[in-house]
């Protein structure tokens, strides 16, 4: 009987298990009967993003965290696809730090260019899943959200691409209820136009944090404060901008941090992360973890350890995003068809073993992107995916890294090779500082609004060198 595999979630990790399967049928291999299932109205996952907040037109919880302004925040070159460049999708160079709207052209036009779009149920929502230990059987629910009705489907494999970063984990202050300023919680930042001139306090000190700070910086905020729970995040800041220890409690507007100080604030973002949440799977096949780089129970990261049918994509945190989840989901195609055996149990675990034990041992950020590597080497051996030089994206991560503790403004202007084509980088025709209009049109028109004349003199001149 032919293999019968659902997806739930066409966004970045979805798509790459639909492309998977789409690049072995062009090498002759038979394809399972595939469905994937997806809420929104298109696929793109995170980078399908909308002003909603809340629910969406259905009563859904909206899925994107992603704002107005969003540039890529780590190289293109560090999450290129090795089968399909950024060369070959925009016809020429574009510059590393690409804003959302460009990057989620980028993703759609890989998967369009083949025939896959046909697998995908959109506004359909899985709701329950069950297993069947005699008959090895899954059997989904969904619901198509227009009409309401549900049905259910039977698969022998199921793959979990629905993301880690959609609920917020919003912890509580003491006396946050009676802050009189607006309170919100990352997921449903969706522009900082309206900080201009405010003071703002963000709590966490990770990525979100860190960007929504800047945005803010750059929509004109009076002062960013940033509270760190367990280490500041050191950059050098711009004037306005400090960081403070963990807010101890809050008094009206007035926040207090656990170094004494305080500071009065008009509006406060929880940049305090996101939980792993499967509403739809029983707590037997739900992964439970924090956003760690291998979280445990899962062989090479893909795998469910209790049920080998079960394969979770991009579950862990990200250095490498669009190429992970490649290179995942063509090990997860390899396991469904027995085309890669897995090893015992106890092999497994003892896999899993060794990669939690080197993941306690990391000791910084550029040991973290060498560990990811690692991981991505391992996968990528194992199937047919494209090899590409993983070293040399390693390199691209630690040179990133000095960059933003040099320049944490400026370090999206800067340019980086491509290890699939070795084309370099094209400059921006705008300062990420000095660009307001983050659209597709406009980053690839050229200057106009926008211009940015130090850039523009610099362009000029590489140009009249060359
Ligand atoms: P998602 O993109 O989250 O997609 C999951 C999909 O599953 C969604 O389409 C969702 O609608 C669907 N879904 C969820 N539940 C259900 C259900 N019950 N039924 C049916 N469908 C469902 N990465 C980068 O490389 N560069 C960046 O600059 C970058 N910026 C980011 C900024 C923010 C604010 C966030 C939150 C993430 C960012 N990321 C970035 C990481 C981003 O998560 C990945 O790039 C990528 O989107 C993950 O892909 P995914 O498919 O695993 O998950
Ligand atoms: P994250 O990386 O998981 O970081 C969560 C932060 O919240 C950590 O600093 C954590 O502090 C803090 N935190 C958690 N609980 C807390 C508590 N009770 N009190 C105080 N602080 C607490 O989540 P994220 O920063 O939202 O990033 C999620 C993803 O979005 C990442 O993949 C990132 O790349 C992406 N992103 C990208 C952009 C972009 O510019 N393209 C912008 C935003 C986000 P500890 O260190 O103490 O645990």
């Avoid at 979990?160 to 449903?188: C, R």
């Amino acid at each position: 009987m032919t293999l019968r595999v659902g997806i739930i979630g066409a966004g970045p990790s979805g798509m790459a298990q639909l492309r998977a399967f789409e690049s072995a049928r062009q090498n002759g291999a038979e394809i399972p009967h595939i469905m994937c299932f997806e809420k929104q109205d298109d696929w793109g996952g995170q980078w399908n993003s909308s002003w909603r907040t809340g629910l969406d037109a259905h009563g859904e919880p909206i899925h994107s965290s992603m704002y107005r302004h969003l540039w890529s925040n780590g190289p293109k070159e560090c999450l290129e696809f090795s089968d399909y460049s950024f060369d070959e999708h925009f016809g020429r160079a574009i510059s590393s730090f690409p804003p959302r709207e460009v990057l989620f052209e980028y993703i759609k036009g890989r998967v369009e260019k083949s025939d896959v779009r046909k697998y995908v149920q959109f506004q359909t929502a899985a709701r329950w899943v069950s297993y069947n230990e005699l008959t090895q059987e899954f059997t989904l629910t969904v619901e198509d959200l227009p009409t309401g009705s549900t049905s259910e489907h039977i698969f022998d494999k199921l793959v979990v691409s629905t993301g880690h970063f959609s609920f917020p984990a919003a912890p509580e202050f003491t006396g946050i209820n009676s802050f009189p300023g607006e309170v919100l919680h990352a997921h449903d930042f969706r522009g900082a136009e309206r900080f201009a001139g405010k003071n703002i306090l963000l709590i966490g000190s990770s990525y979100s944090a860190e960007d929504i700070g800047m945005q803010s910086h750059k929509m004109g905020a009076a002062s960013v404060t940033f509270s760190y729970r367990s280490a500041p995040m050191g950059f050098d800041w711009p004037e306005n901008t400090v960081e403070r220890p963990l807010v101890t409690h809050f008094d009206a507007n007035t926040a207090h941090f656990s170094d004494g100080s305080s500071g009065d604030f008009d509006a406060v973002v929880l940049c305090t992360g996101y939980q792993h949440k499967y509403p739809f799977l029983p707590s037997d096949l739900a992964l439970k973890s924090k956003n760690v780089l291998y979280p445990a129970n899962l062989y090479k990261g893909v795998v469910w350890q209790q049920n080998t049918n079960l394969f979770y994509l991009g579950a862990q945190d990200q250095y490498y995003t669009f190429n992970m989840f490649d290179a995942q989901a063509w090990f997860a195609r390899d396991v469904m068809t027995g085309a890669v055996e897995l090893p015992s149990l106890e092999a497994r675990e003892a896999d899993i073993e060794r990669w939690l034990g080197l993941q306690a041992a990391l000791l910084d950020h550029n040991a973290e992107a060498d560990f990811q590597s690692e991981y991505l080497r391992e996968l990528i051996a194992a199937t047919d995916y494209p090899p590409f030089d993983l070293a040399a994206v390693s390199q691209l991560f630690k040179d990133w890294m000095g960059h933003k503790a040099t320049d944490i403004l400026g370090y999206r202007d800067m340019s980086h090779r491509s290890v699939v084509t070795g084309t370099l980088a094209a400059k921006h025709h705008t300062r990420w500082l000095n660009a307001m209009d983050d659209s597709l049109q406009r980053y690839l028109q050229g200057p106009s609004q926008d211009v940015d004349t130090a850039t523009l003199d610099a362009v000029t001149a590489e140009a009249i060198s060359r």
